[in-house]
């Protein structure tokens, strides 16, 4: 079984989280694929640094002097923080980007509310890299830094890079790793979400905050052709549970799980 885990940088802020996260990966049966973010420890290193922070619609604005920053953290302090818990607790885990073995191809994207500078999306994936380490037992860790073609290197955000993975290794699970164990309303855990219920809860207020862009990037996922996407917390991931979102329409209570105690239905996003 080929999983994909996209990881939040805000989560891998949590010393505990990682912790966590760490022992979970060590107990799957196979070894996953983690993409992660890095958002929040981005902005705090350009403010350190007396650059701003800027985003158009939620993406980061990516110039030379932050595309630096970018790679210094994604690439470096965090990927190898991530890599470096993993091998400590016995997981043959090995570091990249999306730039090592031209692993990840991205172009710039052209966003109509503004020019993002260095920000891509991805193209292509050389499936047969991550195969090769998933059939020799190797957890592949991936930053969100992406090979242009033509010696140009792209910030791209983690979901899409991590949906672009799923897609091209035909994976049988893309796993949105969240603080809550999944979509909730009330108190109930939803155990499968379609679009249309979907935009219903964000329109509502059901589904808010960070959870927003969970919902919305796994609907894209499973539309693009993804075979299944779950958003579930690191306990459900273990256990296999959390929401399932899926292309097809369904009602009923059968899509309520059993009632999920002291959680709220909002996450934190990069």
């Known amino acids: 079984m080929i999983q994909v885990l996209k990881i939040g940088g805000n989560e891998l802020d949590d010393p505990g989280f990682v912790k966590q996260l760490v022992q979970v990966v060590k107990d799957l049966p196979a070894p996953p694929i983690l993409v992660h973010g890095g958002g929040k420890e981005i902005s705090n290193l ?12 939620g993406l980061r604005v990516t110039d030379d002097e932050s595309l630096e920053v970018v790679q210094m953290v994604l690439a470096g302090r965090v990927n190898k923080r991530l890599v470096s818990a993993l091998i400590a607790q016995g997981v043959d885990a090995f570091g990249m980007s999306g730039i090592d073995r031209s692993a990840v191809k991205a172009e710039k994207l052209h966003h109509p509310s503004g020019d993002l500078g260095w920000v891509g999306h991805v193209t292509a994936v050389r499936a047969e890299v991550f195969l090769s ?8 860790v991936l930053s969100p830094i992406c090979w242009g073609g033509d010696g140009s290197i792209f910030n791209v955000n983690a979901d899409n ?3 672009g993975v799923a897609l091209a290794l035909g994976a049988d699970m893309l796993v949105f790793i969240s603080n809550v164990p999944g ?18 809860l964000i329109a509502d207020g059901t589904v808010s905050g960070g959870m927003i862009p969970k919902v919305r990037s796994a609907l894209e996922s499973v539309a693009r052709g993804v075979s299944a996407v779950r958003i579930t917390n690191l306990q459900g991931l273990r256990q296999g549970t959390g929401t399932v979102v899926t292309r097809a329409t369904g009602t009923g209570p059968e899509h309520d799980a059993a009632t999920v105690d002291g959680t709220t ?6």
Request: hydrophobic share 40%; proline share 6%; aromatic share 2%.
């Open 133 to 140: 380490m998933l059939e020799h037992g190797i957890t592949p």
């Open 46 to 57: 350009q403010e350190r640094l007396g650059l701003e922070p800027r985003y158009v619609d």
């Open 161 to 163: 890079v991590a949906e």
């Open 265 to 270: 239905s909002t996450s934190n996003a990069d």
């Open 183 to 200: 979509v909730l309303v009330g108190d109930r855990l939803l155990e499968r979400l379609d679009p249309a219920r979907a935009e219903a």
